[in-house]
């Protein structure tokens, strides 16, 4: 990915952090699990980002990528084969970009019940 697309996946990640918090304990009613499903619909968003892009609509596939992994209960297969990603593309971005998640300092804050 080039620099261009790597400063525009960080703005939108930082941008919709508290939004997929919100959508991830909404679905799973615990804070725990909703970052989990936040970092994880972001590592796949990643994963996808030069295709997101010329769709113009992130937060669409983020929360398809949610409500697909979690709420459908899908497999990593699954998942990718629905969003027309590889299983491998799939699990080596994702690996890149959950470290990315965790690395970033703004995004290891504690979210309280009443922000979500």
Known sequence: ???????????FMH???LQLLRLGFVLTGDTGLAED?????L??????WPRIRRAWDPDAYV??????????????????ETLGC???????????ALARLR???????EVS????
């Open 1 to 11: 990915m080039d620099r261009a697309a790597e400063s525009e996946f960080s703005e």
């Open 15 to 17: 941008s919709r952090w």
């Open 37 to 41: 499903l936040a970092q994880t619909a």
């Open 43 to 48: 590592a796949r968003a990643y994963a996808s």
């Open 63 to 80: 929360r398809r990528v949610m409500v697909l992994r979690f709420w459908l209960d899908m497999t990593e297969a699954q998942v990718a």
């Open 86 to 96: 590889s299983v491998g593309n799939v699990k080596s971005q994702a690996a890149r």
């Open 103 to 109: 690395a970033g300092t703004d995004l290891g804050e």
């Open 113 to 116: 019940r009443e922000q979500l």
